[in-house]
Nanobody
Framework: VQLQASGGGLVQDGGSLRLSCAASGRTFNNYDMGWFRQAPGKEREFVGTLSKRRGRTYYSDSVKGRFVISRDNDKSTVYLQMNNLKPEDTAVYYC??????????????????WGQGTLVTVSS
């Protein structure tokens, strides 16, 4: 699976952005899709994931209630709608795909495919 993320940019504190991730290659519907992020000087962090079957979503506590993951299987695209952005959300955002077991969904190692990353900068 090849993943191409887009939609990053500069936004003010409290603003919104929507990231997109287009998938190609293997069947999109066969994989859970998610997002990680990495801020400067910090480790890569789980943001959220969306399961392939039941469409269940899981989010980190830091973004819960502000970010929403959705997918369009016809377009083989996953989205990350980010609302009420804060300066601490500044990071490179990576879309990922894989089939992690539930206990591993927060682990970067559980995802097989990674996009190239798109930078989100939130100014205060």
């Amino acid at each position: 699976v090849q993943l191409q993320a887009s939609g990053g940019g500069l936004v003010q504190d409290g603003g919104s952005l929507r990231l997109s991730c287009a998938a190609s290659g293997r069947t999109f519907n066969n994989y859970d899709m998610g997002w990680f992020r990495q801020a400067p000087g910090k480790e890569r962090e789980f943001v959220g994931t969306l399961s392939k079957r039941r469409g269940r979503t899981y989010y980190s506590d830091s973004v819960k209630g502000r970010f929403v993951i959705s997918r369009d299987n016809d377009k083989s695209t996953v989205y990350l709608q980010m609302n009420n952005l804060k300066p601490e959300d500044t990071a490179v955002y990576y879309c990922v795909s894989g089939n992690p077991i539930l206990s591993e969904i927060y682990s970067a190692r559980a995802y097989t495919y990674w996009g190239q990353g798109t930078l989100v900068t939130v100014s205060s």
